[in-house]
């Protein structure tokens, strides 16, 4: 299976203020029709996790554009340019790119 | 507007079998090519991906579940389900159901306790 890294496992961020949460996966994400099925999720204190960014970089449909994802091959990042109160929970990058599917073991992302 | 409802006992007997479906709403389970997936989260834990069906019926099932794992599809009445076998209190977990990664269930927290 291919492990997925996060760091850092908790982020403690002034409102306002950027936030970055890096993803390593220990192969490759590049598929053979070549692309990169690396997606990030927030999940906000129980509620289900949601999709925010697919294929690395694209916005999934009523995602602000505060959130950026970055990256290739084996090294992803999440950024939110300016935090805000709503943003508040727990971060997960997760690939497709090779079964079984495989999640990070999240980011916890909470206002200073 | 697609939306996903998990339903199912809410609490099993260890050595049983869980079962849950997931229904679908607001649009066909059959249109577009997506998959439909399994997945859970222990409480205060992370995700763990159980597996995922196409409508054709083609599967694939986590290799550290499969023997356990069986899921099924009918699209006549808009559903996919699940069964885990030979249940134990580490199968206790929310279980969510999920289009492709871009639609999710709420959730059903699933116990396995006598």
């Known amino acids: 299976d291919i492990v997925m890294t996060q760091t850092p496992l908790s982020s403690p961020v002034t409102l306002g203020q950027p936030a970055s949460i890096s993803c390593r996966s220990s192969q490759s994400l590049v598929h053979s029709d070549g692309n990169t099925y690396l997606s990030w999720l927030q999940q906000r204190p129980g509620q289900p996790p949601r999709l925010l960014i697919y294929k690395i970089s694209n916005r999934f449909s009523g995602v602000p554009d505060r959130f950026s994802g970055s990256g290739a091959g084996t090294d992803f990042t999440l950024k939110i340019s300016r935090v805000e109160a709503e943003d508040v929970g727990v971060y997960y990058c997760?690939?497709?790119?090779?079964?079984?599917?495989?999640f990070g073991q999240g980011t916890k992302l909470e206002i200073k | 507007q697609v939306q996903l409802q998990e339903s199912g006992p809410g609490l099993v007997k260890p050595s049983q079998t869980l079962s849950l479906t997931c229904t679908v709403s607001?649009?066909?389970?059959?249109?577009?090519?997506?998959?439909w997936s399994w997945i859970r989260q222990p409480a205060g834990k992370g995700l763990e991906w159980i597996g995922r069906i196409y409508t054709s019926g083609s599967t694939n099932y986590n290799p550290s579940l499969k023997s356990r794992v069986t899921m099924s599809v009918d699209t006549s009445k808009n559903q996919f389900s699940l069964k885990l076998s030979s249940v134990t209190a580490a199968d206790t977990a929310v279980y969510y159901c999920v289009r492709f990664m871009d639609v999710w269930g709420k959730g059903t927290t699933v116990t396995v306790s006598s």
């Open positions: 997760t690939q497709a790119t090779q079964f079984p599917n495989t």
């Open positions: 607001g649009g066909s389970i059959s249109s577009g090519s997506f998959y």
